[in-house]
């Protein structure tokens, strides 16, 4: 091993500065009990992003925007040309977010360019650090938008003309903030890219171990159903007359409860958003707009848990005489991730010292659109009895640390192959 394999073999990031970076990125759109509220192309999602973007430029990378505002950047690698090797995730968070989830793949993608920066370490292949737009969904479906239209996997303009829960374009949104940028749509062409995550579960945290080499993503299915009642007077109607759009929506909740418990397996179910109307104590609704996330592991199960809930609903539809509409928010099949990146990740993880296991998201993620353009893999590291998207989101700092050195000392392997 020669004096430079040696020095970066030793190399390990700085905890501390890792901690405190998130904490400052935390502190923009904090909500109580140190969460996080940061919706995509928010004010405060403009804030985020004008702070990291800061922390790109005086780690002296150069930063490129491109028209759906995810942003890169690049340092530069001994060989100019390379593809580069690509870290990266998101800083937009849900109603109640918490402080890692997308945050701690951001910050420490720019631990690992601080800590090479400070031993004076220039890798072969340029590393790049990116944030996408918009990876939760929760304002602007589906979720992992930036990273979709990224790989091409969605047109610009259809993702531009995307209107939000609260009505407003998302292009329109994205020019407010500042974020619609110039640099070529799915540039830069990664080499390779790895993700680091929070697990968002609870499997790492029961085993007692600290990295997560990630397999795959489980398949996500994302649907709005708009169901069309009658409102009339809740006191007087009989009920055998009634059209209640707000029973029904109590009914399908129930329904696909039963179906993930009778499917059983990976297969989970959530009715998350419900919006009646008029939403009044006396008025029998009129109207009920509920979104329904199916996810599966395996694509047929997925497929067969929509056709399940399709039949209910046009059951359901028959005997209360309401009707029931559904539109598509997203729909993602299960990913195999890169087996040679997973084996590097792991093989990094016991070379460090980590204990680890290899492991399959239940969560989304940029990487999984990545993925589609070039070799990935993801590190987890453990969630706290695994809750996430919930101000008590929480990772130990020694693992917080332990995920960037994996994230490191994978980067530094990949940058240097051929
Ligand atoms: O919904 C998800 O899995 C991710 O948090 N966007
Ligand atoms: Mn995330
Ligand atoms: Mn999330």
Same mark, same amino acid.
């Given at each position: 091993?020669?004096?430079?394999?040696?020095?970066?073999?030793?190399?390990?990031?700085? $905890?501390?500065?890792?901690?405190?970076?998130?904490?400052?990125?935390?502190?923009?759109?904090?909500? =109580? !009990?140190?969460?996080?509220?940061?919706?995509?192309?928010?004010?405060?999602?403009?804030?985020?992003?004008?702070?990291?973007?800061?922390?790109?430029?005086?780690?002296?990378?150069?930063?490129? +925007?491109?028209? +759906? $505002? !995810?942003?890169?950047? #690049?340092?530069?690698?001994?060989?100019?040309?390379?593809?580069?090797?690509?870290?990266?995730?998101?800083?937009?968070?849900?109603?109640?977010?918490?402080?890692?989830?997308?945050?701690? $793949?951001?910050?420490?993608?720019?631990? %690992?360019?601080?800590?090479?920066?400070?031993?004076? +370490?220039? &890798?072969?292949?340029?590393?790049?650090?990116?944030?996408?737009?918009?990876?939760?969904?929760?304002?602007?479906?589906?979720?992992?938008?930036?990273?979709?239209?990224? %790989?091409?996997?969605?047109?610009?303009?259809?993702?531009?003309?995307?209107?939000?829960?609260?009505?407003? %374009?998302?292009?329109?949104?994205?020019?407010?903030?500042?974020?619609?940028?110039?640099?070529?749509?799915?540039?830069?062409?990664?080499?390779?890219?790895?993700?680091?995550?929070?697990?968002?579960?609870?499997?790492?945290?029961?085993?007692?171990?600290?990295?997560?080499?990630?397999?795959?993503?489980?398949?996500?299915?994302?649907?709005?159903?708009?169901?069309?009642?009658?409102?009339?007077?809740?006191? &007087? &109607?009989?009920?055998?007359?009634?059209?209640?759009?707000?029973?029904?929506?109590?009914?399908? /909740?129930?329904?696909?409860?039963?179906?993930?418990?009778?499917?059983?397996?990976?297969?989970?179910?959530?009715?998350?958003?419900?919006?009646?109307?008029?939403?009044?104590? !006396?008025?029998?609704?009129?109207?009920?707009?509920?979104?329904?996330?199916?996810?599966?592991?395996?694509?047929?199960?997925?497929?067969?848990?929509?056709?399940?809930?399709?039949?209910?609903?046009?059951?359901?539809?028959?005997?209360?005489?309401?009707?029931?509409?559904?539109?598509?928010?997203?729909?993602?099949?299960?990913?195999?991730?890169?087996?040679? /990146?997973?084996?590097?990740?792991?093989?990094?993880?016991?070379?460090?010292?980590?204990?680890? #296991?290899?492991?399959?998201?239940?969560?989304?993620?940029?990487?999984?659109?990545?993925?589609?353009?070039?070799?990935?893999?993801?590190?987890?590291?453990?969630?706290?009895?695994?809750?996430?998207?919930?101000?008590?989101? =929480?990772?130990?700092?020694?693992?917080?640390?332990?995920?960037? !050195?994996?994230?490191?000392?994978?980067?530094?392997?990949?940058?240097?192959?051929?």
């Amino acid at each position: 091993m020669n004096m430079e394999d040696r020095t970066s073999a030793a190399l390990r990031i700085d $905890g501390e500065r890792l901690v405190a970076r998130l904490a400052e990125l935390a502190a923009i759109g904090a909500i =109580e !009990n140190s969460g996080c509220c940061r919706l995509a192309l928010s004010d405060d999602d403009r804030r985020g992003r004008d702070l990291v973007v800061g922390w790109m430029r005086e780690l002296g990378l150069e930063v490129s +925007i491109d028209p +759906i $505002g !995810n942003v890169f950047g #690049r340092r530069a690698g001994s060989a100019a040309d390379a593809a580069p090797v690509m870290t990266g995730s998101h800083i937009d968070t849900v109603r109640t977010g918490g402080r890692y989830d997308g945050n701690l $793949g951001v910050l420490g993608g720019l631990e %690992v360019v601080a800590t090479l920066n400070d031993a004076g +370490i220039t &890798t072969r292949r340029p590393l790049v650090v990116a944030f996408f737009t918009d990876e939760e969904g929760a304002r602007f479906a589906p979720d992992m938008l930036g990273s979709l239209t990224h %790989v091409g996997g969605l047109a610009l303009d259809q993702a531009l003309a995307t209107v939000a829960i609260d009505g407003k %374009v998302l292009g329109a949104e994205l020019t407010t903030i500042g974020y619609a940028g110039t640099a070529a749509l799915g540039e830069p062409r990664a080499h390779a890219f790895v993700e680091l995550h929070i697990e968002q579960g609870p499997v790492l945290n029961i085993e007692g171990l600290t990295i997560g080499a990630v397999e795959n993503v489980q398949g996500i299915s994302w649907q709005e159903l708009e169901i069309v009642g009658q409102s009339n007077h809740a006191g &007087t &109607t009989p009920m055998r007359l009634r059209h209640d759009a707000g029973y029904c929506a109590g009914e399908i /909740v129930h329904f696909v409860r039963s179906l993930a418990r009778e499917m059983q397996g990976n297969q989970v179910a959530t009715v998350g958003k419900i919006d009646l109307f008029p939403n009044l104590i !006396n008025v029998i609704a009129a109207r009920a707009t509920l979104t329904v996330d199916l996810r599966n592991t395996d694509e047929q199960l997925l497929l067969e848990a929509e056709a399940r809930l399709a039949a209910f609903l046009l059951q359901l539809a028959r005997d209360e005489g309401v009707k029931i509409s559904t539109r598509s928010l997203a729909r993602f099949e299960p990913v195999n991730f890169d087996q040679g /990146v997973v084996r590097t990740i792991a093989e990094v993880s016991a070379r460090l010292g980590y204990s680890q #296991r290899r492991i399959s998201s239940g969560a989304g993620h940029d990487a999984q659109m990545l993925a589609r353009v070039c070799p990935t893999a993801m590190i987890f590291v453990p969630s706290i009895k695994g809750i996430s998207h919930n101000p008590a989101e =929480e990772t130990a700092a020694a693992d917080l640390a332990a995920g960037a !050195n994996v994230l490191l000392h994978t980067m530094l392997e990949l940058a240097s192959a051929e």
